[in-house]
Each structure stands twice: as C-alpha cells, then as structure tokens.
C-alpha cells in the first residue's frame, strides 16, 4: 500500500508550547476518565443497601456493563477519530461519560443505573483512539515516546485517584461538610459523588475546546476514505511487525491483569494484611512507581531514538518486559517486605513496556488508521487482557491448587511463561518494526 504526505516538515520538526499543553490536558482527561470508570468499586456498599441488588449485580455494573461496550465501541470511534475532527470526538466523548456519570448518581434502578453504566462506556471508548491519533501529528517521532507516556500516565494514576479522590468526596458529603448542597437537597453521599465527577467534566471540557486540531503529517493518498478494509489491507501487509509488537503487549496485558486482579488477595490472605493496608500499600505503588514508569520509559525511548536508535520504542519495551518476568516471583516471597518490593519492580517495569510499547504501534501506521488501529489495541487489551487475565489465575488457584492461599503462586506460574513469551515477541519484532519504520519515511519524503 502506498503512502504520501503534505510537504516535509523536515526532520528537526519539533514540538511546540500548543502540542504540551495539549498532551496534559489529554492526561487530566484520562485522569478524569479512568476514576469515572472506577470509582464505583468504593460505592458498592451504598448502593447495595439502597438498591437491594447483590454482589453479582454489583459487578456487572462494574465489568460488563462498561468493559464489553468499551471495547466493541472503540472501533466505530476509532473510524471516526481518521476521517473527521479528533479534537471534537473527544469534547463529545467527554460530555457523554460525565452525563452519564451524573446520571449515575440520579438512577432509582438498578436497570437505570446499568443504562447509565454502558453510555459512560461509549463515552470513554472516544478518548484513546482520538487522542493517540493526534499525538504523532503534535510531536516529531524523538518526542512521541514522552507524549505517549504523559497520556498513558494520567490512566495508571486515574485508577489510584478514584480511590484517593473518591474517598475523599465520601468522607466530605457523610460528614456533612457540603450539607448545604446535598443533604438538604435529599442526596445521598454515594449519589452527591457521582454528581460532583459529573461536573467535573464540564470544566474539563472547556480546557479541551482550547485545543486545535493538528495537520495531519501522514496520508494515504488521493482522495482514500480509510475504512475497516482499508485497515485490514494495511495490518496483513506488514503483518509480522504488528503481529508480534500487538500480540507481545496483549500478553503483557493478560499477565497484568490478573497480577493486579490478585495480589490484593495475595496480602490479605497469605500477608494478613487488612483491606485498608491492602490499598494504601497498592494505591501509593500505582500512582507513585506505575506513573513514573511511564514517563521514565518515555523519556528514554525519546532519548534513544533522537541518537538514532529507530528501533528504540519497541527495544525499551521488551527489555524492561524481559526484566520484569522474575519480578513475577513476587507471588511466592515468603515475607511481605520481599513481595512489596518484588510487585514496586514489577509495576515500575511493565509501566515502561506499556506506555512506550503504545507509541512503538503508533509510529507504524499512517495519519488516518491511527485511531482505528488504537481501536484495535485497546480491544485486545480489554476482550484478551481483562477477560482472561483475572480469569487463568482464579481457575489455576481453584482447580490446579485447590487451595486459596495458593493465589500468589497461582500469579507466579501464569505470569512467567506468558511474560517471558511477550518479551520474545517483543525483541522478534525490532527488524518488521525497523522496516516498516524505513517504508514511511520514504513515503514522508517523496
């Protein structure tokens, strides 16, 4: 498939003041996003009592109602995202999830409650393909690594800020420090939560409207409509670099969730650790090690890369892959101090494989299959990453152990072999990635 391009920017084009704005605004959105997403694991208990539903009902609100229309609306949004507005998709996405984050809060059923859970599914299935999309158009190859780890960073901290901010939000409207505002009006604290993230977007919002759409630097030619055939067209044709860079980061994914699905089992029931040290201890390794891990990650590919290492994406994600694979023994430590230390190693290292490992995929394809290929990764993490990670963990601790206390163990076994093989896939990958790299700088260039 060819490829042609708008005039040469040159090869000292580099990011300006607008592009790293940009890219924070982006990461608050993904902040913003991911504690939408979560946050009602520290509802559950409100919600149960004044819903009378069960655990089950709880977790489907939790899983599927958001996890399986994440993950089939990422692509149509990913279409859109190569042939229309990014910067607009994402304003849309983000008035959707927060309307219906705010409708969460508003929901007398629990089928009102799941209606409200899928719309901030498709809400937030527009924010990483259109804003992926847009990165290799703000910033210059040597400075994608960092960009990309910036945005990614916002998620990993957005997974701990739901539990930070969300408890915090909890404490203010039980105690009645916003009485004024909620309890009079009849809201509870768990709704008045929900309501207050729902507001938040609006403000987010208005920081996204002051970012314009950048110059696509890529194209495919003439007068191309990208579309699902498109897309396939172009995936077989430089089928083994995005085989193995693709299928090495799903499996990192797979291994990931279910060591992150676990281990807080793993304290409890073999460290005796209590729920409250269990997430203080998780909580500050996620937002404080897993977020600069991916930033470190950035930081060095870029350097690398602006020496003239064009394989340096894909080469700091499978070493730091390949370190993390006996960092997987964490799960077997017989004492506490050694297993903490073994999980802040582990996380630290596959945050650096996940944040460059994105910007090595997206330096692989053309201005307008960007979001459609972001698409494509995100559902492999979700449908392969979050429906068999936690799943071949449990099974391996119910069937092949038999034993509960056997849950670290359980992570061990699964998480070697399978990181090990990611890690290989990963370093099989450099020459496909360094020729398709070649091909569309030439493209770039005639």
């Excluded at 007398?108 to 809400?123: D, E, K, N, T």
């Excluded at 470190?296 to 602006?306: C, K, N, Q």
Aim: aromatic content about 8%; charged content about 10%; glycine content about 12%.
């Amino acid at each position: 498939m060819s490829l042609s391009s708008p005039p040469d920017p040159g090869p000292k084009r580099e990011a300006d003041a607008r592009a790293w704005y940009a890219i924070v605004i982006f990461a608050l959105a993904a902040v913003l996003s991911y504690t939408d997403r979560l946050i009602l694991n520290l509802l559950v208990a409100p919600i149960r009592s004044e819903m009378a539903i069960t655990d089950t009902q709880v977790s489907f609100l939790q899983g599927a109602a958001f996890a399986i229309i994440y993950a089939f609306a990422g692509l149509p949004m990913g279409r859109h995202a190569d042939r229309h507005g990014r910067r607009n998709l994402i304003l849309a996405g983000i008035g959707l999830w927060s309307l219906a984050t705010a409708l969460c809060g508003l929901a007398q059923s629990y089928g009102q409650l799941f209606g409200a859970r899928i719309l901030v599914g498709i809400g937030e299935a527009a924010l990483a393909p259109a804003v992926l999309s847009m990165v290799p158009d703000l910033f210059p190859p040597h400075r994608r690594g960092t960009a990309v780890a910036i945005f990614i960073g916002g998620m990993v901290m957005g997974a701990g800020m739901a539990t930070l901010v969300g408890g915090i939000l909890i404490d203010v409207f039980s105690l009645g420090a916003l009485s004024g505002l909620a309890q009079s009006a009849g809201v509870a604290p768990w709704r008045a939560v929900l309501l207050t993230l729902g507001l938040a977007g609006v403000v987010l919002a208005l920081l996204v409207a002051t970012i314009r759409e950048p110059v696509r630097q890529e194209s495919l030619g003439g007068d191309v409509k990208p579309g699902l055939d498109t897309l396939r067209r172009y995936l077989v044709d430089n089928r083994w670099a995005f085989g193995l860079l693709l299928g090495g980061l799903t499996l990192t994914q797979i291994v990931d969730y279910g060591a992150n699905s676990w281990t807080p089992s793993l304290l409890m029931r073999v460290h005796d650790f209590t729920p409250s040290q269990t997430g203080t201890a998780l909580g500050s390794i996620l937002i404080g090690v897993a977020g600069l891990g991916t930033i470190v990650g950035g930081l060095l590919a870029d350097f690398l890369e602006a020496r003239g290492h064009s394989t340096a994406k894909p080469m700091v994600a499978a070493a730091a892959v390949s370190l993390g694979v006996p960092c997987l023994l964490f799960g077997v430590m017989p004492g506490v101090g050694l297993t903490l230390a073994l999980f802040t190693a582990y996380a630290f290292l596959l945050a650096i494989g996940a944040g460059v490992g994105i910007a090595a995929i997206l330096d692989l394809v053309p201005s307008e299959l960007r979001g459609m290929t972001t698409a494509v990764q995100a559902f492999a993490y979700t449908a392969f990453g979050l429906g068999l990670g936690p799943t071949l963990v449990a099974v391996t601790t119910d069937h092949v152990f038999a034993d509960p206390l056997a849950v670290g163990l359980s992570i061990s076994v699964t998480g070697i072999p399978l990181l090990a093989l990611s890690a290989l896939a990963m370093w099989r990958s450099l020459p496909h990635y360094r020729d398709v790299r070649q091909r569309l700088a030439r493209a770039a260039n005639t």
